[in-house]
């Protein structure tokens, strides 16, 4: 019976195939085609088995599910009820799932297989944030075409990135894995992710489908804690939340995740306005929707569903087409549709986006494509990956502080204390989301730096950071005590000409579940620090952490200060090129630097309010013991040069505004500058921040040499959506400001029509 109905499915295509031409919406037809004649064979278990989603055998990515061990799963996938597999991984293994699916079911349908292929797959990139510090877009997307290019050569056809969630919060741990606070740099980011990982013609074996997520305002836990509730307004959530969704479905994003929050009440996994009306509505988006892990189920702990069953007809109708580890779709929806709950064009319209999917994979023409052990072992972890992945970590580092320009170090004659568990540390430079990373496989600084002979080097751990297991399921133990290696560092420290100490969070210290109320320097570090510059006060701190630290001491005392993130498997030999001058410099960054927790959540583009400041008076929009500035503002970042901004110039016409600025390296060395542009919409029918960024242009500058950078102005910038959800344009009084970070050095008024 199979293979007959196997047969019709080839001759469909071979029709079909004939008449392809290259035009994609000829391809789209014919695949939808396609799709349509394997849903008319396709019994209803059938089809809700492509909504179905297990975890594998091996990692989990979420809560160890309560049901569904490795016989049920086998049983399920014969019986053609599962329609995609994530956390399989390796050739060998997904072959062996897929061959169930292909070759024992009656259909004989391919499954989907999803992995979080995040910032890399085995050889890691930096953490999103940390890539998104380049402003760099063609080499975030190169990064993304990279990682999918591993990951592909594993078995893998999709990834579940990029997290497009914007965040303000950086006690919130997932703020790693975005691309920080803002809105239109965030967009430009999802849309280059998605290029990254998709490319041209997702059919091609070296690429994934990507998948936009969390469907929607994930990033604004109350408090910033992970899974909490998100309640904002209707403004923010048009303005701020949805535009890089928006930008990563017209990117052409095949699918989305919704997410773990309810926003304003309703759990987004059961948001009908999210993901019927906005997403598949409005926004016209023909990929599918997946759940997040367990979300389902989890509607029942918001309060939103009485049970498994209701969850899941809640899920269905609101548009979640796939369940990924609740176990509700395959149990509940045919019974469900039975009684009249769940329409069957429900199932029919979620099996058809996810079947479109996998024909545009190529999976049907060959369900093992992403199956060539020869392939396998060439792509993962070559030469080709570990050079981007080198590259991207440099363009990644943000020089925060850099007084009496004490870096770049010298190169030889010097003697260079090493202080610090991180800097010799090989697992947290890859970060939290390392799944199929080989552990202790990061170059660390310590390595990195021992390149450079001709300096006396000597390293000292000053404390340990962390000890325990850090993993997925266990908790990271922050050393809180421990102060016995103090001694050995400060005597280190003491016979050096430049002290060196890399100090911050572990690679779990970050992610998913890691929501942090404090956001100094974890464990005794903060105590190490300044024992050290109480011995030697030419420090070089050298930051890895995946969020926003409160390094307030560090910037009053410390004369050198560079964020280095958690830089993935190349970290320590792009801090050390760094660190030496051999690579200027160039990154800015992403999210605002808080001065102290009480500020957050703090981003440079808050509403003007009714008391705006400073006065002399008290009655003001103020901390009465905080300053209202950040540490280190949205945008900042040094380099190794220096550049002048002048001659803004700005020409209005009806439609159009161009806005000119002269940028000149006045330093003596080649450097990279990202100029950035930011407007003021002055008096709006709703109220606009006090600045948005709407520009911004990475050039390379030799010493004494000018560029005039010109940007252009049109509706798409200078509007905004109104409480009904509705883009709108006003004319009136602009201001426009141009600088190299968001407080910037030139600013004019222009009128807009
Ligand atoms: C995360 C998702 C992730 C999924 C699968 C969830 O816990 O929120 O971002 O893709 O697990 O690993």
Redesign the pocket.
Known sequence: MKNYILLILVCIALVNCKSESKSNDVAKSTIDKKVDSLLNLMTLEEKIGQMNQYNGFWDV??PVPSEGDAAKKYEHLRKGWVGSM??VRGVENVRKVQKVAVEESRLGIPLIIGF?VIHGYETQSPIPIAEAASWDLKAIQKSAQMAAKEAAAAGINWT?AP?VDVSRDARWGRVMEGAGEDVFLGSKIAVARVEGFQGKDLSNEETLSACA??FAAYGFAESGKDYNTADIGISTLYNTVLPPFKAAKNAGVRTF?NS?NELNGIPATGDKFLQRDILKGEWAFDGFVVS??GSIMEMMDHGYASDKKHAAALAANAGSDMD?ESYAYVNELSGLVKEGIVSEEVINDAARRILKVKFELGLFENPYKYCDEKREKEVIGSKEMHDAALDMAKKSIVLLKNENNLLPLEKSGKKIALIGALASDKNSPLGSWRLAAKDNSAISVLEGMQKYPDNELTYAEGAAVVYGATNFVHEVNVNTKDTSKFKEAIQTAKNADVVVMVLGEVGFQSG?ARSSANLGLPGVQQELLEAIYNVNKNIVLVLNNGRPLTITWADNHVPAIVEAWQLGSQAGNAIAEILYGDYNPSGKLPMTFPRSVGQVPIYYNPKNTGRPGPKKEVFWSHYQDESNAPLYPFGHGLSYTTFNYSNLKVSAASNEVKVSVTVTNTGKVVGKEVVQLYIRDIIASVTRPVKELKGFELISLKPSESKEITFTLTEKELGFFNNQGKYIVEPGEFKVFVGGSSVTSLETIFQYQ
């Open positions: 990515t979420g994530l956390n979080d579940f997290m997520k969390h995740m773990f997040d892990w990924m998913e």
